[in-house]
């Protein structure tokens, strides 16, 4: 593995478990897949830091304040699903229209259409991905990309083709952009650093969790540090801008989630609006992190702008609240006093989230960027609300 290993396998000794055979397969697959297109002597090295776990005092890649000419040209993949049309909305306001190409699978709407710059892209498509890079001139690269918690779990191999070959084979194809890649929440055992992402949580799940056992076992362990490392890898072999945020659970009045476990968060005042009651799939007691959209986006730009010399790590936390069911349906018992909750538990969604931290330590964030969310559960509750219910006391009308 030689001179391109070894500080690598420095920063990975730091981690018991990522043994050296672990670390030789990994290193191996990233140089040697001919899915990568990348060969270790093909390209100039960077030098490395002493201590892997640092930004290299060179790294500059992007600048907090944008001249007209410094714009970044931005690719969003899977950008037609619950945040990816919100992100492109607000990224477009800041750099201009054009600059910013939502790109998915499926067919946008005509308003999305006619918002903005939209093409087809498959992340399983990497020459079409690398084509659209370069032909756009894309410098930041957000991958949004993913089946979800729920709907990976009805397709494991759909979401491991997805979630984990996609995210494997994007940063090949993306060198010399800064590249976002959304993680979301993971097993209770690694709350800080190493980031568990959805994919890992469909492709990679333990099957003594649906028994009630944990999850953390070594081996799941491993694939989650694999993940984490991996965005080391390529920042510090090939000076790839890989920056990471571990989302919660999102909030959003005028998308649609995905099908994740969080969902039921966003049903509950669809149905509270329409129906003045609510069928919850989660137990009442099942607490889970999350946020509102707009904090979730401004949270994105935010890191995504950061200077270089204040991101002492690539993956984040970014957290603003915890709860659970029976505590959301007291507040909008709140706004609504009639409201009832009744609870009819799915085995799958529960199992997921009884997988999952309780809450996320985004302390890092707060530190390094001077993250802080806006939106705690009142404003939240009485946001959600106020969208829904003007709107939908005028569609009844008519
Ligand atoms: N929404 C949340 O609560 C939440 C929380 C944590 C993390 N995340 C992460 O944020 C990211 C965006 O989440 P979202 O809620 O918008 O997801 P979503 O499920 O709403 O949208 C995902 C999009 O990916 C697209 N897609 C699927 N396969 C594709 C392929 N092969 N090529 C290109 N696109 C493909 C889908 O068509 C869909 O539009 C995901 O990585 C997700 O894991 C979301
Ligand atoms: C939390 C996030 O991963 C997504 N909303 C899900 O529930 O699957």
């Given at each position: 593995?030689?001179?391109?290993?070894?500080?690598?396998?420095?920063?990975?000794?730091?981690?018991?478990?990522?043994?050296?055979?672990?670390?030789?397969?990994?290193?191996?697959?990233?140089?040697?897949?001919?899915?990568?297109?990348?060969?270790?002597?093909?390209?100039?090295?960077?030098?490395?830091?002493?201590?892997?776990?640092?930004?290299?005092?060179?790294?500059?890649?992007?600048?907090?304040?944008?001249?007209?000419?410094?714009?970044?040209?931005?690719?969003?993949?899977?950008?037609?699903?619950?945040?990816?049309?919100?992100?492109?909305?607000?990224?477009?306001?800041?750099?201009?229209?054009?600059?910013?190409?939502?790109?998915?699978?499926?067919?946008?709407?005509?308003?999305?259409?006619?918002?903005?710059?939209?093409?087809?892209?498959?992340?399983?498509?990497?020459?079409?991905?690398?084509?659209?890079?370069?032909?756009?001139?894309?410098?930041?690269?957000?991958?949004y990309s993913a089946l979800l918690s729920a709907v990976g779990e009805a397709n494991v191999s759909?979401?491991?083709?997805?979630?984990?070959?996609?995210?494997?084979?994007?940063?090949?194809?993306?060198?010399?952009?800064?590249?976002?890649?959304?993680?979301?929440?993971?097993?209770?055992?690694?709350?800080?650093?190493?980031?568990?992402?959805?994919?890992?949580?469909?492709?990679?799940?333990?099957?003594?969790?649906s028994t009630g056992s944990p999850r953390s076992t070594p081996s799941s362990w491993e694939k989650?540090?694999?993940?984490?490392?991996?965005?080391?890898?390529?920042?510090?072999?090939?000076?790839?801008?890989?920056?990471?945020?571990?989302?919660?659970?999102?909030?959003?009045?005028?998308?649609?989630?995905?099908?994740?476990?969080?969902?039921?968060?966003?049903?509950?005042?669809?149905?509270?609006?329409?129906?003045?009651?609510?069928?919850?799939?989660?137990?009442?007691?099942?607490?889970?992190?999350?946020?509102?959209?707009?904090?979730?986006?401004?949270?994105?730009?935010?890191?995504?702008?950061?200077?270089?010399?204040?991101?002492?790590?690539?993956?984040?936390?970014?957290?603003?609240?915890?709860?659970?069911?029976?505590?959301?349906?007291?507040?909008?018992?709140?706004?609504?006093?009639?409201?009832?909750?009744?609870?009819?538990?799915?085995?799958?969604?529960?199992?997921?989230?009884?997988?999952?931290?309780?809450?996320?330590?985004?302390?890092?964030?707060?530190?390094?960027?001077?993250?802080?969310?806006?939106?705690?559960?009142?404003?939240?509750?009485?946001?959600?609300?106020?969208?829904?219910?003007?709107?939908?006391?005028?569609?009844?009308?008519?």
């Open positions: 593995m030689g001179r391109l290993a070894a500080p690598l396998r420095e920063s990975l000794r730091a981690v018991p478990e990522f043994s050296t055979r672990m670390l030789q397969r990994v290193v191996g697959q990233m140089l040697q897949s001919p899915a990568s297109g990348y060969r270790a002597t093909a390209l100039p090295g960077r030098v490395l830091g002493t201590s892997p776990w640092q930004i290299p005092a060179d790294a500059n890649f992007h600048s907090a304040s944008l001249s007209e000419t410094d714009r970044p040209r931005v690719l969003i993949t899977g950008g037609l699903g619950q945040l990816g049309v919100g992100l492109a909305s607000l990224l477009r306001k800041r750099f201009g229209k054009d600059n910013v190409i939502l790109s998915d699978i499926r067919k946008p709407s005509d308003q999305v259409f006619h918002s903005g710059p939209f093409i087809y892209s498959d992340i399983l498509d990497y020459k079409n991905l690398r084509e659209i890079v370069v032909n756009h001139r894309i410098t930041w690269l957000i991958h759909l979401a491991k083709a997805v979630n984990i070959t996609g995210l494997h084979n994007v940063p090949g194809r993306c060198l010399g952009t800064q590249l976002a890649i959304v993680c979301a929440q993971h097993d209770r055992s690694f709350r800080t650093y190493f980031p568990g992402t959805q994919p890992l949580i469909s492709a990679f799940r333990d099957p003594g969790r989650y540090a694999w993940l984490g490392k991996m965005t080391h890898y390529y920042y510090y072999r090939y000076g790839l801008d890989f920056r990471c945020l571990r989302y919660p659970g999102i909030i959003s009045a005028d998308s649609q989630p995905g099908g994740g476990t969080t969902d039921y968060a966003v049903q509950i005042f669809h149905d509270a609006v329409k129906n003045g009651k609510f069928e919850c799939y989660l137990k009442p007691s099942t607490r889970l992190p999350m946020m509102y959209i707009d904090d979730c986006l401004r949270a994105t730009l935010e890191v995504m702008e950061a200077p270089a010399e204040s991101l002492s790590i690539r993956t984040y936390n970014i957290n603003a609240m915890s709860f659970c069911p029976e505590e959301l349906a007291q507040e909008v018992l709140k706004h609504m006093p009639g409201f009832q909750i009744t609870y009819n538990v799915d085995s799958v969604r529960q199992a997921i989230a009884d997988s999952w931290p309780m809450n996320f330590d985004d302390s890092n964030a707060r530190k390094d960027w001077g993250w802080k969310h806006d939106f705690d559960l009142p404003e939240l509750v009485t946001t959600m609300l106020s969208f829904h219910g003007p709107r939908s006391r005028v569609a009844q009308a008519n």
